[in-house]
């Protein structure tokens, strides 16, 4: 439509290393498949790339980086390739031996200025965050991608130190897994110091075949215009994937899409 405002889709997905869940009870019975590579994973990857198409930028929680249990593939990079993603980056986390090695990833269609690796503070160490910059100066946009700790301490430690990256900047969104609610003490906390705000509504994303739980964010900056945000009806992982449609306006000003290569 003439005059309608140019918006920007963006999807944030936990994907259990391309394993599905459908009971509480297969964490234990379907184990396994957090150790040894299975056929199942490689159709549900392609299964995600097909979702990702839809979308600009997307965030990703507990990809494998490259281990026994996805046969060795970053699957970061498989996403990226297979849903046409030209730029694409991931930060491994916690890596077990050679058995599993789990990280986050930010694919874009647009290509950022900067992309920076952040580790984070914790008792259990190996914990990280993507931060990535869209454009220059004032309307440029800054994205952080994370998947926090489950003890309520440490997301504590890892929200204030979070919180110093982006205070700044007029323009931000944080997309990922942060194991608390948007009542919770502390991401109410970093929302205060980091000029942030959790969108209106709570939106259950865990677990994926009865969404209980309100786990799974993308907080933005106040001046932000958002069009729709909603959890999809998935069930690929063991938590939904979170949409959301930003409307651009004179405040962000972002490069036009790529079809470039893909670059790590």
């Not at 009870?25 to 995600?48: C, F, G, K, M």
């Not at 950022?112 to 946009?141: D, K, M, N, T, Y």
């Not at 991608?145 to 931000?172: F, I, T």
């Amino acid at each position: 439509m003439i005059g309608a405002p140019r918006q920007l889709r963006l999807l944030s997905y936990n994907i259990q290393a391309g394993t599905t869940t459908g009971k509480y009870r297969e964490y234990v019975t379907h184990s396994w498949r957090q150790l040894l590579p299975n056929h199942q994973r490689v159709a549900n990857l392609d299964a995600i790339a097909e979702l990702l198409r839809d979308y600009d930028i997307v965030a990703l929680q507990e990809v494998d980086c490259g281990s026994l249990r996805s046969g060795f593939l970053n699957q970061a990079k498989y996403l990226a390739s297979h849903a046409g993603f030209p730029f694409w980056h991931y930060r491994g986390n916690r890596k077990v031996g050679v058995i599993a090695h789990a990280g986050i990833g930010l694919l874009s269609r647009i290509e950022p200025s900067l992309v920076e690796e952040h580790g984070l503070p914790g008792a259990i160490p190996g914990r990280g965050a993507l931060v990535a910059r869209f454009g220059e100066g004032e309307q440029a946009l800054w994205l952080m991608v994370l998947h926090l700790a489950l003890g309520r301490r440490a997301r504590a430690q890892q929200l204030k130190y979070l919180s110093g990256l982006v205070r700044e900047y007029p323009n931000v969104l944080v997309m990922g897994d942060f194991n608390t609610g948007p009542g919770s003490r502390e991401l109410r906390t970093f929302c205060d110091h980091a000029g942030l705000v959790v969108p209106a509504g709570d939106v259950m994303t865990f677990p994926s075949w009865n969404p209980q739980r309100s786990i799974d964010h993308i907080l933005v900056s106040p001046r932000m215009d958002i069009a729709e945000l909603g959890a999809l009806p998935i069930r690929f992982s063991d938590h939904r994937p979170l949409a959301m449609r930003l409307n651009l306006n004179g405040a962000v000003e972002l490069p036009e899409h790529s079809d470039g290569n893909q670059q790590q």
